[in-house]
């Protein structure tokens, strides 16, 4: 994926024309419309009750989003990121479940293994050479499997029935359910987005990722030694995708096959939602956080509105669709 | 084919325009069936241009062509193919579809034109014919290989079999031998005379003096978009088309300064980079200015991008201030003192989607945070501005995206920001390309301030009025190999291009 490219290549806009404000502040507009319009039709949209809803609805996919945005910042775009989700998900639950782990110890080392979905899909795109998409989608496919393959394809809960007709003895710790309850869910969000926000904007090290997405010869040519920046997008996306995963664990408390998956396309459009937020014109964290709120609040208020939950990837799709159209119409 | 009794064609009185150039201006040019016709002169002389516009790719120009007398009208490509003009541009991969094979490629414009009504591609035929015209040129590539595993010079020869696939009269060849060794260039001469014994009139574009003289019959010389002479290449020698190429000097662009000369620092030793560039021995003292001369495609840009780490097969010793120095990427040649200022700034400088400050501190963000992590923005807009003011960016403020700015503008931010380094060596790639005049001068000043603090100055550059104004020292490059050495001051331009043309 080039878009950090194409949005490099636009014209300078001559005149701050409607379409301008349109693209710098067409997000927050959008979301305050849109709260005004389910404030109005529905009278518990506004309760702080719902808004904490929405909140925590959100952070799973903000924190997996936060990682496709640093794939993005680089000019490379990880898919993988809904199967490492799950794969995480299902590993730190088999480690409470299975093997008697401790909270730290299970979260440490779920982390460390999706680490080395970040090492291969790195490995073959900075070494081999394969484009960021095609590659990422490949190993969509291989770590899905592998997180199946782990759990043979079953729900993995407390008191689960194991293979051989026993019942697992392991127990979720109540201190790791905490994780996954408002406030620390939330707080454990805005957290993630702050750091990576102080690291894209703030620091050089998220400099040069921008450098290296704006244009990756120019960088290399100014001495940033590109494919470690690279490599290092790719692992930190995979360690945010194994956050997600483990705060999904923590919330549902089991692990269900592909648990992950649905999150990729919301996490997709937050990130490229965040594009055009405040004309930043290039991946970033706030933007990012704010594309997962219009997303969080769409779902939220068509629930409420008794939109079925399965028109509602209608809705989402098209938002997505509405944000690529701005951000690409904007590069042309 | 054309037929036997020779037509004659003529353009004349052609003028074009640009945006802000007049890249032609009252151009005449004829030459004949059966024979073939040197083009030349310097870059930006206009020969590209005048061919585009015969052979349609260019419909805006105003003259008239005349083909055996009667007036023609050639506006886009179909009507140029259609009286048998036929193009093979200098960058072949352009023109080929590298997934289709050889045969469907030769018959490209068959299948896209002549097909009519039929639906149904014969793969039968397409081979057949393609086959055919490969057998006539004597060629041989198989017609059912695919493209993209032939080499440049075999892609060369799909190019020209589509050309004589349709009636061709005259045959346009823009720089052909230049990416081509030795004997593939052998091959392509014989071709040449192949088509000429068929009544094909080859229009030959090259900047290698000596092998238009072995191929060509005719010549025509232009020079800043005009027309400067047409002759018979027996009546004219290399020296007369090099004094007809040249134009007026430009000698007081350039500023006068008395620069200290310091102890030799740079070195560079049977340097190759495996590819283009062979035998390169190049030494610079402190405050020098040397200059790497040569035509496109002699292997200047190749030299430079190897010498900062860019090479993957170099040999050779680069040595610095005594010591040896291992680059196997950019960022080795950053770290140890050297900056290079690339020739595609678009592609490879800038950050056009940047703010002018972010791209001025690119290089050297480490001077601008606290910890070596957190950014010092103030710090960073300080230094930005000071640079802007001290290389006259014209920039409504540091924090404009430099697709906002001009050319020449965005080149001195790509020079500027490694002004913020401190490197000893600073390898300039032709930096005025596309740069206008005004700019041209600052960059030169800019150049000349880096050698008064004692950097080692690279400067290549197929401009040899700047090869003149500019540098101390040159070294004359011609097919990726030194040619020739020459102090500034004991030479001039028709030596160098002389020794950039291949003379001996």
Known sequence: MNTAKTIQTSKAPKSFGFFDFLYKYGTLITIALLIIVFGVMSDSFLQPSNIINILRSISIVTIIAIGITISLSVGGFDLSVGSVASFANALVISMFVW??????????????????????????????????????????????????TYTKGATLSQ?????????????????????????????????????????????????????????????KLSGIPVNKYRVAAYLLSAVFAAIGGIILGARVMTAEVNSGAPYLMDSVAAAYIGFAVLGAGKPNAIGTFVGAVLIGILQNGLVMLSVPYYAMDIVKGTVLAFALAITYYKAK | MGEGKPIKLQMKDISIEFPGVKALKNVDFMTMTGTSHALIGANGAGKSTLMKVLSGAYGHYTGEIYIDDEPVQIRNPKDAKDLGIQIVYQEVDTALVPYLTVGENIM???????????????????????????????????????????????????????????TCRFLILDEPTAPLSHSETEELFRIVRDLKQEHVGVIFISHRLPELFEICDDITVMRDGEFVVNESMREINQNQVVEYMLGRKLGDQFPQMDIQKGETIFEIRNFSDGEKVHDINIHAKRGEIIGIAGLVGAGKTELCKALF??????????????????L????????????????????????????????????????????????????????????????????????????????????????GKW??????????????????????????????????????????????????????????????????????????????????????
Not at chain 2, 113 to 141: A, C, F, T
Not at chain 2, 433 to 456: N, S, T
């Open chain 2, 108 to 166: 490209l414009d068959y299948s896209v034109n002549d097909m009519g009504k039929k639906q149904v591609v014969s793969w039968g035929y397409i081979h057949k014919r393609s086959k055919e015209i490969l057998d006539k040129m004597n060629v041989k590539v198989p017609s059912k290989k695919l493209v993209s595993e032939l080499t440049l010079a075999e892609k060369q020869m799909v190019l020209i079999a589509r050309a004589i696939s349709k």
């Open chain 1, 99 to 148: 093997h008697g782990q401790g909270v730290w110890m299970s979260i440490i080392l779920t982390i460390l293994i999706c680490l080395t979905a970040g090492i291969i899909n790195s490995f073959m795109i900075v070494k081999l050479k394969i484009q960021d998409m095609l590659l990422t989608l490949a190993m969509m496919f291989v770590f899905q499997g592998i997180a199946q």
């Open chain 2, 328 to 415: 196997r990427s950019p960022h080795d040649a950053v770290k140890q003192g050297i900056a290079l200022v690339p020739e595609e700034r678009r592609k490879e400088g800038i950050l056009v989607g940047e703010s002018v400050a972010t791209n001025l501190t690119a290089v050297n963000l480490k001077k601008f945070s606290r910890m070596n992590l957190f950014l010092n923005f103030k710090k960073e807009k300080e230094a930005a501005r000071e640079i802007i003011q001290n290389l006259g960016i014209k920039t409504p403020g540091e924090n404009v995206r430099l697709q906002n700015l001009s050319g020449g503008n965005q080149q001195k931010v790509a020079i």
């Open chain 2, 419 to 504: 002004l913020m380094t401190e490197a000893e060596v600073y390898i300039f790639d032709e930096p005025t390309k596309g740069v206008d005049v005004g700019a041209k001068k600052d960059i030169f000043e800019l150049i000349f301030q880096l050698a008064q603090r004692g950097k080692c100055i690279i400067y290549a550059s197929c401009e040899l009025s700047e090869m003149m104004g500019i540098t101390d020292r040159m070294y004359v490059l011609y097919d990726g190999m030194i040619a020739k050495e020459l102090q500034t001051s004991e030479t001039n331009e028709e030596e160098i291009l002389f020794y950039s043309t291949g003379g001996k």
């Open chain 2, 309 to 326: 780490g860019l090479g993957r097969a170099n040999s050779g010793d680069i040595i610095l201030h005594g010591k040896k120095l291992r």
């Open chain 1, 159 to 219: 008191n689960m029935i194991m293979p051989d007709g026993s019942f697992s003895t392991g127990i979720i710790s109540p201190m790791f359910a905490k994780i996954g309850q408002v406030p620390w869910i939330i707080i454990i969000m805005l957290v993630v987005v702050a750091i990576v926000h102080v690291f894209l904007t703030y620091t050089k090290h998220g400099r040069y990722m921008y450098v290296i997405g704006g244009n990756r010869e120019a960088a």
